[in-house]
């Protein structure tokens, strides 16, 4: 059971450059979540997805976009990658248990430097 | 709206002592509470939650938590430092009436063992 996998682990862009960040879970979890990680801010919410061809916006989305054409895919789109875009992104999965919510199980992230 | 407060954004304790990381939430309605801890270069790992019933949640590593919802507050404990507890921690409230059920992170503790 691999869990929630994430596809590169590693980037770095130059500024204007596209890429796509994959994330992959086996879980069967409905709800799927970005988040982008920077030193003193915590984890941020980029944009989430309560099922398959659904997405909403997070507390940060902008220069981002998703789709989730599948359940057990969620991706992460940069159009344009700034320099602001530099940091860690986790990608997290859900699910309600016994209608109880469990906690995130999340990727072991994606570091993406933008120079 | 719903926040996470973690007081002090660096701890040092001694190997063998109390450890205390402090949170403290606002939510406007019950919340589910969570502990998660980052090593370096890694994912975040769930240390304990907490969603209904007993106030006093044990996790893995001989952590646990209290929920005292007239403070608002989730701190973390654990009676005996070890040197392997050196780690980022992260509070996180969610509020499972609310449309995706995503968490909110407080900016993290970032806990250092003295031999």
């Known amino acids: 059971n691999a869990g929630v996998t994430q596809t590169p682990k590693f980037r770095v862009l130059k500024t204007g450059q596209s890429m796509t960040l994959l994330c992959a879970q086996d879980?069967?979890?409905?709800?799927m979540y970005w988040y982008r990680q920077d030193p003193g801010m915590g984890l941020r919410l980029i944009h989430y997805?309560?099922?398959?061809?659904?997405?909403a916006k997070g507390e940060v989305p902008d220069g981002y976009n998703v789709s989730r054409l599948k359940k057990q895919n969620f991706l992460l789109g940069l159009e344009s990658a700034a320099p602001s875009q530099t940091s860690v992104y986790f990608c997290a999965s859900r699910r309600l248990r016994d209608r109880v919510w469990d906690g995130y199980t999340f990727g072991s992230g994606t570091r993406l430097t933008v120079v | 709206a719903q926040s996470v407060t973690q007081l002090g954004s660096h701890v040092s304790v001694s190997e063998g002592a109390l450890v205390l990381l402090r949170c403290n939430y606002s939510?406007?309605?019950?919340?589910?509470l969570f502990w998660y801890v980052q090593y370096p270069n890694q994912g975040l790992q769930l240390l304990l939650k907490y969603t209904t019933g007993a106030t006093l949640v044990k996790g893995i590593n001989g952590f646990e938590a209290e929920f005292k919802k007239s403070e608002t507050s989730f701190h973390l404990t654990k009676p005996s430092a070890h040197m392997s507890d050196a780690a980022e921690y992260f509070c996180a409230v969610s509020e499972t009436r609310r449309t995706g059920n995503q968490f909110y992170f407080g900016t993290g503790t970032s806990l250092t063992v003295i031999p």
């Open positions: 997805s309560v099922g398959e061809g659904t997405t």
């Open positions: 939510s406007s309605v019950p919340p589910y």
């Open positions: 879980m069967n979890h409905e709800y």
